[in-house]
């Protein structure tokens, strides 16, 4: 059986691995030539420079500054002197409140750690019922309630502990629901002017003989929103060209690279060949190759968007609508338009950034039968990968192997393979299997059609969170009970097999523990560590660069990966709360990964992370609920528990618990959710005005033009695309309707000055007769 000093070493062995990232990182960061790997952020604001530009070549490289390896861990310090007001004007809101996260984590559980090892464990550890049982345990199972004798009164301590943690961890909950509402009602209030304060995204748009969707939709706005209509920009399907753009630049890389090599030796000319990845087929001059095929590919390009300005098959119907005022879009964004409920749909339109440009091509009809087949994909994904998940499991339990498989007794005994395989082998194995899923399900999320990354990231994260539930955390109970107890299930009556069930689930304690310390010990030391956009950084330095304009895209600060992040978080708050009254042994393993992950993430945050979005905390209401399905799981897995183990008397007490929990979910969700789901008029109307008073000139139609224009279309990266742009972006021409009829407009507006000729409309909403 697993002892103390089995899960000591292989505590060990993880320690070890975190010290060694962490130890390689602080030495690491303070070389001059990693200088852009590890401050990449203050590099893109332009207030740090490389750190030696002159002197000896060797001290371009090396810090030889003796001093400062004395130094090496002043980056903890250093991540925490930075205060929450000047974080968020540093890095975003989104990037502080991830921080709480962690926060809420540590105001959890070392409250709640103190007060298990206080009480529940000298409760579960002065009795002896697993030492006169024949069930297979370690001596960490005899910290948990399985240590209990059947009956006993000592399981009113359990009960009374469960509401004292769900009190403790409900009262933390509503105190960061309502600071985290308070704080993104105050960053929209305060930050600055961005485009999507004044505009929204219309779908489904109705078709219509007379009119295009450009006219169509300027029609109906100026007609429906007469005095508060500024602009529009029309949606339209740029995704091959798109495509296109993208393949050139992947060719201009290598022309880069090849041009770069033959400049350096300039007596032999780079040669490739032209079958699949260079392995085989012609052997032809690399350079003449490449440029050969960027110029087939701006050719392409430029007939591209001639033809998306010819064909209006480009044009989908859809918009993005900006405003006048704040108060007007969030009017439009949170009404409804039509009295048809299934046209002209609104929501706030995402942030520029935050657009996810592909899934604006797909119909709108199209999303249900979409996300139908995505949740059938998703349904079967989940329940097809407990059978890997099974065969992990078994790995965690050595004694139970040695019971279904005597054959293996001699390979497994040695005590260090032994410690190996239950410490480090079972977590390092899930980990491999899950590698490639957060992947597959962001797949799944595009597929579906949401029309931003923060959208696709939510839906991602939910269902990475579904999945770890059912496979990482039930898969693990289930499967790792069934391989546990093989013998007993075989040789017991049917009516004994629920209550072996009930005394195994905390018995599950030493697996997860080694997989808190491979995944969140291990695993957010190598976050810190860089080791791949290390290499990435080195071998585009040497190979591509050639300008300082190079060398700032040579350097990947990745962002927070809220879609990998936060499920995972999640899952320790469940497992935190789930095993607080069953086996409190874990509570210390959980509390360092909050406190290590929330200093590790901080750094990063400050000083690496560049965030490809801003959404206000727009997740938080996720965060949320995740956690109160945890604490009603770890009620209903301990009321279980409890009627297994003859405890009839305090079981039916616990009932209430869940009810409450979900009442106060119902509170939270009505009092503090609509700050995430609505924008006040007040708010809005507040803003509005202090804008107009401090900038009574502001030409806002000028700043709104091209915001939402497809980023293809916009240039930069292609060297044709400002010239043929102007074919395809609507300017603010004069736009007739051609409508026979005026019967949509009840009473002459203010536009029409109640002329009775066909109207010409500007993209100002200006009207001439």
């Known amino acids: 059986m697993a002892t103390l000093s089995d899960i000591g070493v292989a505590a060990a062995i993880n320690i070890l691995t975190a010290l060694a990232f962490l130890i390689a990182f602080a030495i690491l960061r303070i070389q001059p030539f990693n200088d852009r790997v590890y401050f990449p952020k203050w590099y893109l604001k332009g207030v740090r420079n490389d750190p030696v530009q002159s002197g000896a070549l060797v001290q371009k490289f090396v810090n030889l500054d003796w001093r400062s390896y004395l130094r090496f861990l002043n980056w903890m310090p250093a991540a925490l002197k930075m205060p929450e007001p000047e974080l968020i004007d540093h890095a975003g809101l989104d990037s502080a409140v991830y921080l709480r996260i962690y926060l809420i984590g540590l105001k959890i559980f070392i409250p709640i750690a103190m007060v298990a090892f206080s009480i529940m464990v000298p409760v579960n550890w002065t009795n002896r019922t697993l030492e006169h049982s024949d069930l297979t345990y370690s001596d960490i199972d005899k910290l ?96 091959k060209l798109s495509g296109l753009v993208n393949e050139k630049k992947k060719k201009q890389n290598w022309l880069d690279y090849y041009q770069l090599k033959y400049d350096r030796n300039q007596s032999k000319k780079p040669i490739i060949k032209t079958g699949f990845l260079g392995l085989w087929g012609n052997k032809v001059d690399a350079i003449q190759y ?30 993005f609508v900006s405003f006048k005022t704040r108060w007007a879009a969030a009017v439009c964004a949170q009404t409804q338009q039509s009295r048809n409920p299934t046209v002209w749909l609104t929501e706030w339109a995402p942030e520029p950034r935050d657009v996810y440009w592909d899934n604006l091509a797909i119909p709108y009809v199209s999303l249900t039968i ?63 299997f899950l590698i490639l899923l957060p992947s597959i399900l962001m797949l799944m999320s ?39 107890q093989l013998n007993k299930f075989i040789h017991q009556s049917a009516n004994e097999i629920p209550k072996t069930i009930g005394v195994s689930i905390p018995m599950k304690a030493t697996f997860f523990i080694t997989y808190i310390m491979v995944d969140g010990w291990a695993g957010v030391a190598g976050e810190i560590l860089r080791l791949k ?59 360092v990964f909050f406190g290590l992950a929330f200093l590790v993430y901080r750094h990063q945050i400050i000083n690496v992370y560049s965030q490809k979005y801003e959404s206000a905390a727009a997740f938080w209401p996720d965060v ?100 043929d742009a102007e074919d395809i972006e609507l300017e603010p021409t004069l736009v007739p309707t051609k409508r026979i009829s005026r019967k949509n407009t009840p009473a002459p507006s203010q536009k029409s000055l109640g002329s009775a000729g066909p109207l010409l409309y500007d993209a100002q909403g200006i009207t001439t007769p």
């Not at 040695?402 to 497994?412: G, N, S, T, V």
């Not at 202090?690 to 700043?703: D, Q, S």
Request: charged letters at 20%; proline letters at 6%; hydrophobic letters at 45%.
């Open 370 to 432: 979409r996300r139908l087949v995505v949740a059938v994909a998703f349904f079967f994904l989940t329940f097809f990968f407990m059978i890997p998940i099974a065969i992990v499991q078994t790995l965690a339990n050595i004694e139970g192997i040695e019971k279904a498989a005597p054959f293996l007794k001699p390979m497994i005994e040695a005590k260090a393979v032994k410690s190996f395989i239950q410490g480090f082998l079972p977590g390092i194995a899930l980990k491999i």
């Open 446 to 484: 595009k597929f579906e059609g949401f029309s931003s990354v923060s959208k696709l990231e939510r839906r991602s994260a939910s269902r990475y969170y579904v999945f770890q539930f059912v496979n990482v955390f039930l898969g693990s109970i289930i499967s790792g009970t069934a391989f546990q």
């Open 144 to 239: 948990s309630i399985s240590n209990i004798p059947v009956g006993s009164d000592r399981f009113w301590t359990h009960l009374v502990m469960a509401y004292v943690f769900t009190l403790w961890t409900c009262y933390v909950l509503k105190k960061e629901y309502e600071k985290v509402a308070s704080m993104r009602l105050h960053f929209l209030a305060s930050e600055q002017r961005r485009p999507d304060q004044f505009t929204v995204l219309v779908r489904n748009v109705p078709p219509d003989p007379d009119e295009s969707v450009g006219q169509l939709v300027e029609h109906f706005f100026l007609v429906n929103h007469p005095d508060h209509y500024l602009t529009s920009q029309v949606v339209c399907n740029a995704n």
């Open 290 to 319: 490449y440029s050969s095929k960027i110029k087939k590919l701006s050719e392409e390009i430029s007939a591209e968007k001639m033809k998306m300005a010819k064909d209006p098959k480009f044009i989908m119907p859809a918009a």
């Open 624 to 723: 949320h609920v995740r956690i109160i399905v945890a604490l009603v799981v770890s009620q209903l897995l301990l009321m279980g528990l409890l009627s297994t183990k003859g405890a009839a008397q305090s079981t039916p007490l616990l009932i209430a618990l869940p009810v409450l929990t979900i009442c106060f979910h119902i509170f939270c969700k009505g009092r503090y959710e609509p700050a995430f789901v609505r924008f006040p008029l007040q708010e809005a109307n507040m803003k509005d005005i202090l804008e107009r008073t401090r900038e009574p000139n502001l030409n806002l139609k000028e700043y709104l033009q091209n915001a939402y224009l497809h980023p293809v279309l916009k240039g930069g990266d292609d060297s044709d695309s400002d010239a």
């Open 533 to 591: 956009p290390l290499i990435m950084y080195h071998l585009k330095n040497f190979f591509l660069v050639k300008t300082e304009k190079d060398r700032k895209e040579a350097m990947d600060p990745g962002s927070i990966d809220f879609y990998t992040g936060e499920p995972q978080i999640q899952l320790y708050f469940l497992l935190g709360l789930v095993y607080a009254v069953v086996s409190p042994i874990l509570l210390p393993f959980i509390v």
